[in-house]
C-alpha cells in the first residue's frame, strides 16, 4: 500500500496494512526482526522534517533569549547537538539504515515558556530521513534541558514543569523525478 505521499517505501510501517486492516510490521517475520530491505529501491531525494517543544519556566526562557545562561550559548550548544544527533541515527536506532544526509536545518523559536525546534532534514537515499530529524529534534531539546537545569530545578531538586513535549514528524516528502 502507499502512504499519504504515495511513497511505497518498504521502510513505512505508518499506513501499510494487511488485509485484514491489522498493521503490517515489515521489521518482524517468522525469524524474529531484521532490517528491511531497500536495495530495490531507487535513490531520490527525499526530506523529513520533525518538530518538537521544551516546556521551561518563563524566566528560564528569557535567560535563554538575553543569553544569560552560565554554561553558554544555549541554542548554538543544542544546534551542535541536533545536527550530531541527526548523523548518528544509526548507532542509536538499531535498524535504522544509515544514509547520506545532504542537509540539516535547525530552527529554534523561543515561546513564552517554551523553546521549540524543528529539524529538517535532506538526503539523496533509498529511504526517508524521518527516524534522523526525530533524533535531531529529541537531543536538540535535551540539550536545551541540560544547559538550563540548574534554573528549572524546584527545592527538592525534582523539575516539575520541565518536559519534552509534541515530538512529532510535521513532514515527509520523497521528489518524484
Given at each position: 500500500?502507499?502512504?499519504?505521499?504515495?511513497?511505497?517505501?518498504?521502510?513505512?510501517?505508518?499506513?501499510?496494512?494487511?488485509?485484514?486492516?491489522?498493521?503490517?510490521?515489515?521489521?518482524?517475520?517468522?525469524?524474529?526482526?531484521?532490517?528491511?530491505?531497500?536495495?530495490?529501491?531507487?535513490?531520490?531525494r527525499?526530506?523529513?522534517?520533525?518538530?518538537g517543544?521544551?516546556?521551561?519556566?518563563?524566566?528560564?526562557?528569557?535567560a535563554?533569549?538575553?543569553?544569560d545562561?552560565?554554561?553558554?550559548?544555549?541554542?548554538?550548544?543544542?544546534?551542535?547537538?541536533?545536527?550530531?544527533?541527526?548523523?548518528?541515527?544509526?548507532?542509536?536506532?538499531?535498524?535504522?539504515?544509515?544514509?547520506?544526509?545532504?542537509?540539516?536545518d535547525?530552527?529554534?523559536?523561543?515561546?513564552?515558556?517554551?523553546?521549540?525546534?524543528?529539524v529538517?532534514?535532506?538526503?539523496?537515499?533509498?529511504?526517508g530521513?524521518?527516524?534522523?530529524?526525530?533524533?535531531?529534534?529529541?537531543?536538540?531539546?535535551?540539550?536545551?534541558?541540560?544547559?538550563?537545569?540548574?534554573?528549572?530545578?524546584?527545592?527538592?531538586?525534582?523539575?516539575?514543569?520541565?518536559?519534552?513535549?509534541?515530538?512529532?514528524?510535521?513532514?515527509?516528502?520523497?521528489?518524484?523525478?
Amino acid at each position: 500500500m502507499t502512504d499519504a505521499d504515495g511513497d511505497t517505501d518498504a521502510g513505512d510501517v505508518d499506513g501499510d496494512e494487511t488485509v485484514d486492516g491489522d498493521p503490517e510490521f515489515t521489521h518482524v517475520d517468522g525469524d524474529g526482526v531484521d532490517m528491511v530491505g531497500v536495495g530495490d529501491k531507487p535513490e531520490t531525494r527525499r526530506r523529513g522534517v520533525a518538530a518538537g517543544r521544551l516546556r521551561l519556566r518563563p524566566e528560564t526562557v528569557t535567560a535563554v533569549r538575553d543569553g544569560d545562561v552560565a554554561k553558554g550559548e544555549v541554542l548554538a550548544v543544542a544546534r551542535v547537538g541536533a545536527i550530531g544527533a541527526v548523523k548518528r541515527t544509526p548507532e542509536a536506532i538499531p535498524l535504522c539504515h544509515r544514509i547520506p544526509i545532504t542537509d540539516v536545518d535547525t530552527r529554534f523559536t523561543l515561546a513564552e515558556d517554551a523553546v521549540e525546534l524543528r529539524v529538517t532534514v535532506e538526503t539523496v537515499a533509498r529511504t526517508g530521513p524521518e527516524m534522523e530529524a526525530l533524533e535531531g529534534v529529541t537531543t536538540g531539546l535535551n540539550v536545551v534541558w541540560d544547559m538550563v537545569k540548574s534554573a528549572e530545578k524546584d527545592a527538592d531538586g525534582e523539575y516539575p514543569t520541565t518536559r519534552v513535549e509534541d515530538v512529532r514528524v510535521v513532514e515527509k516528502s520523497v521528489a518524484r523525478e
